[in-house]
């Protein structure tokens, strides 16, 4: 079998395309993995696996967590203002916060605001809990605090709670209401925040989230409600706490033209308050910042037709310009972009479990007579004697004929047996009219059609659930691909099904530059293991993925590579217990275990068991506890 080049891996799978310098080919035909782009070191990560799986008996799937990368991808993104800033002769700041919706685990908005210091990098939340666990946090003194989204008096008690423990933080406004409390609130206990009005543009985003701006976006204020917000400050003495405007036209913008729009739109607001005589210090231009899943750079759905300094630079520049017309002060600009940030930093590694037979998996010999089905015959012979030249037309034959065979067997003109051969027959046609179009310089699109019935599924061992649910729920792309014999042809395709009980636990769409894959090539398997990995998952899936079937969080490592160029795992974390997920489903393992007793002992008594078997029962199911909910 012979080699193929790295060339023809990054066509295959594209991972120079969509891996932003993070991922590469090694000459084992291994993944490996950068802290950062143009960094000489590396970890190979089939090497890490095997080291996980077989020295510290981790099992799949396990969640791969890179710091170094996701401090590197805050540091482009800070960089890209400071460039953008520099270049503009832009006089104010940027200050980054990010968003806690986006992945809210403590270790990684700890790892963020480390690194973060140098920027006064800060948190963004949206609920009671997010605030909770942000006010908890180590934030650089000059850092914001910017609270979001809808609040009820007791969020508004806790922002101001945040307030007086010296946190810069920005209650935003997201309707009236809201204000009015803060005005109550503020009055009963003297405690002055920031303030923030979120403002309902008329532009939108590109992509799948567009409809999270425009007029009629679930949040923000309309012109008029901005107006009456300042009405009402004035009215109770409070126009100086009022140094916010926010907006956000939806998260992945893929169209920089976009961004461009609700720029000029947002500065123009921005200004008019500004002429208001109000001290409006910052413009929140919310988040967007896209990622780059399929690699095409492209204004389609799973892609951006930008750069991080290109989208830097066109808000600074946009924003200076609009001031400069208006003659108004620059504001500091504050940015929400989490997922670009925290995409790349996480990828899920799972293995193929087993292959699931379908109708062109189960071909075995048939011998055709005489004495059978005449349909069965005529498929016969179309199998005996398709051709390269005549596989178009034999295989619509091939077609009717199947047809017809059912027909037929609904009918009752038609035995099982007769079936199960025609079945095989046509699959068999349709096998080598696929090899015969494959080798063909046309493009037809049947034929593409036939290659996904004719892939193969695979079982592995993970939930699409809880991984990776935005590919359920809102076909969102993510790249996959093998983490090793990528120095080899992949000859096979295949399509990935997750252990649930749901149909929908199926990863069917795969990234292309041109268009969607339906099937994803990979290497022929055999049995051995066989490691797939699911990558940019760092940004949402992990705090939007459910517990479907009672599978649980998957186990993790965190990996960094030291100046040695070895990679060292800092942190294991081990997933989800069947305990911790029945606990999840309110049951109590204490009562699950005296039923299943008394059940046991039940059978002692009608002579079905004995003691000794029912003792070893019990002793088996509460061993179980601590099994991990994934296959072992």
């Known amino acids: 079998m012979k080699n193929v080049t790295l060339d023809e891996v990054i066509q295959t799978y594209g991972v120079e395309n969509w891996g932003a310098g993070y991922f590469e080919v090694n000459r084992k035909g291994h993944l490996i993995a950068h802290p950062a782009e143009g960094d000489p070191r590396f970890v190979d990560i089939k090497e890490l696996i095997d080291d996980l799986v077989e020295q510290r008996k981790v099992q799949l799937p396990i969640l791969l967590r890179f710091p170094q990368i996701l401090a590197n991808q805050l540091n482009k993104l800070h960089r890209a203002f400071r460039e953008s800033t520099r270049e503009f002769s832009y006089t104010a700041n940027h200050y980054g916060v990010f968003p806690m919706k986006v992945n809210p685990r403590r270790e990684v908005l700890e790892e963020l605001l480390r690194e973060g210091t140098k920027y006064n990098f800060g948190v963004e939340c949206g609920s009671k809990a997010e ?111 009022l140094k916010l405007l926010h907006f956000h036209i939806g998260s992945q913008i893929t169209d920089i033209k976009r961004v461009k729009n609700a720029m000029k739109e947002a500065a123009r607001v921005y200004c008019k308050i500004r002429q208001m005589h109000i001290n409006i210090e910052y413009l929140d231009i919310g988040g967007g910042l896209g990622v780059d899943y399929d690699g095409s750079k492209t204004t389609f759905e799973a892609s951006v037709n930008y750069t991080v300094q290109e989208f830097a630079n066109d808000v600074v520049y946009t924003i200076k310009s609009v001031c400069e017309d208006e003659n108004v002060p620059e504001p500091n600009l504050v940015t929400e972009s989490g997922r670009a940030v925290s995409a790349y930093h996480a990828m899920l590694v799972t293995s193929i479990q087993d292959e699931i037979e379908t109708f062109a998996d189960d071909q075995p010999e ?181 517990f479907h079937n009672l599978f649980g969080l998957p186990n993790e490592a965190h990996v960094v590579i030291g100046d040695d160029g070895r990679y060292h795992i800092k942190k294991i974390v081990h997933g989800s217990k069947i305990n911790d997920m029945v606990t999840y489903a309110r049951y109590d393992k204490n009562v699950a275990w005296e039923n299943f007793r008394r059940l046991a002992g039940s059978k002692v008594s009608a002579g079905l068991i004995s003691e000794e078997d029912a003792n070893s029962l019990i002793e088996q199911y509460e061993s179980n506890i601590n099994r991990y909910t994934y296959l072992e």
């Open 131 to 241: 605030l909770y666990a942000a006010l908890s946090l180590d934030q650089p003194v000059e850092s914001l605090l910017v609270c979001n989204g809808f609040k009820d008096e007791a969020f508004i008690k806790l922002a101001l709670l945040g307030t007086r423990i010296g946190k810069r933080v920005v209650i935003v406004i997201e309707k009236l209401n809201e204000l009015k409390t803060v005005i109550r609130l503020v009055q009963e206990t003297g405690v002055r925040p920031i303030i923030g009005l979120r403002a309902k543009l008329y532009s939108k985003g590109s992509g799948k989230w567009a409809s999270s701006g425009g007029e009629s976006a679930k949040f923000g204020l309309t012109t008029s409600e901005i107006l009456e917000c300042v009405r009402l400050l004035t009215e109770f003495q409070m126009l100086d706490s």
């Open 366 to 546: 048939v011998t055709v007579t005489e004495d059978d089905a005449e349909v069965v015959v005529e498929l016969k012979a179309l199998c005996d004697d398709i051709n390269s030249k005549n596989y178009r037309e034999y295989y619509h034959d091939a077609l009717d004929h199947k047809d017809e065979l059912h027909t037929q067997f609904n009918l009752g003109l038609v035995s099982l047996e007769d079936r199960a051969k025609g079945e095989v027959l046509f699959w068999e046609v349709c096998a080598r009219t696929y090899r015969f179009a494959s080798t063909s310089r046309l493009e037809e699109e049947e034929f593409e059609e036939l290659k996904k019935i004719l892939a193969s599924k695979y079982l592995c061992n993970f939930s699409v659930f809880r991984s990776v649910p935005d590919h359920w729920a809102i076909n969102q792309l993510f790249p996959v691909m093998p983490i090793h014999r990528l120095n080899e042809p992949p000859t096979d395709y295949a399509t990935f099904v997750d252990l649930t009980c749901d149909s929908d636990g199926i990863i069917d769409k795969f990234v292309d530059l041109k268009d969607v894959k339906e099937v994803l090539e990979i290497h022929p398997f055999g049995g051995e293991p066989y490691f797939i990995a699911i990558f940019l998952v760092g940004a949402y899936q992990e705090v939007m993925g459910s």
